[in-house]
């Protein structure tokens, strides 16, 4: 079965530094996305990419947040100067479309990143 | 604001008992809802897909209802074993996001 798959499983970074998480999503699908998981809440919706473009992204995701397809495959996101409330776990997820014919999002195992 | 509730947030239940897991949503605008399975820092897997137009969907042992218009979805797990024992995790999809609960986390006692 396809997965989407995520690079690294673990970062740890110090405040203030740069990380870039990876992500290669399922090969046909059109749509990706961010969510992130504080330890003990609730996953949260980060950004949504289409065409090479953001189409969506939540208040959290300001200024420090960006979003990348460098190439064909891989899907990245940038979190500059972090800090220690950074740290959760980032999910990233692919589907075939949006809308209302919708197939289901499929999430890859996750990033956890810890800031110190 | 769409907020999702799930209800209990624990659950512990000897093997072979079924399960019923219970999620609520507060606006019925939705396109479907998603269940989802996560195994302690691990990823999201899913398990079940209902879209709007449906009421329900089955996968093996798995059954997911979906009232729309009352804003419930219930999860059950038939004969469950402690290979089940994990958060489970439902998400209504809107215009443009997943909106998650905040997950129910199963024990099955052999």
């Known amino acids: 079965e396809p997965e989407v798959t995520q690079t690294p499983s673990h970062q740890v970074t110090q405040m203030g530094q740069e990380v870039i998480l990876r992500c290669v999503p399922i090969s046909n699908h059109l749509y990706f996305y961010w969510y992130r998981q504080i330890l003990g809440q609730k996953v949260e919706f980060l950004v949504s990419f289409y065409n090479n473009e953001i189409s969506e992204k939540s208040e959290i995701f300001d200024d420090q947040f960006s979003v990348e397809r460098p190439d064909g495959s891989n899907f990245t996101l940038k979190i500059r100067s972090t800090k220690l409330e950074d740290s959760a776990m980032y999910f990233c997820?692919?589907?075939?479309?949006?809308?209302?014919?919708?197939?289901?999002?499929?999430f890859g195992s996750g990033t956890r990143l810890t800031v110190v | 604001k769409q907020e999702v509730t799930q209800i209990p947030a624990a659950l512990s239940v000897p093997e072979g008992e079924n399960l019923v897991l219970n999620c609520s949503f507060t606006d019925s605008a939705i396109y479907n809802l998603q269940w989802f399975r996560q195994d302690p820092g691990k990823g999201l897997t899913s398990l079940l897909l209902?879209?709007?137009?449906?009421r329900e969907q089955t996968s093996g042992r798995l059954n997911a209802s979906l009232d729309k218009s009352s804003g419930r979805s219930t999860l059950y797990i038939a004969a469950s074993q402690p290979g089940d024992s994990a958060t489970y995790l439902c998400?209504?999809?809107?215009?443009?996001?997943?909106?998650f609960g905040a997950g129910t986390t199963v024990t099955v006692r052999a």
């Open positions: 998400a209504v999809k809107d215009d443009y996001k997943l909106s």
């Open positions: 209902i879209q709007s137009s449906q």
């Open positions: 997820a692919s589907s075939e479309r949006s809308g209302v014919s919708y197939y289901g999002y499929t």
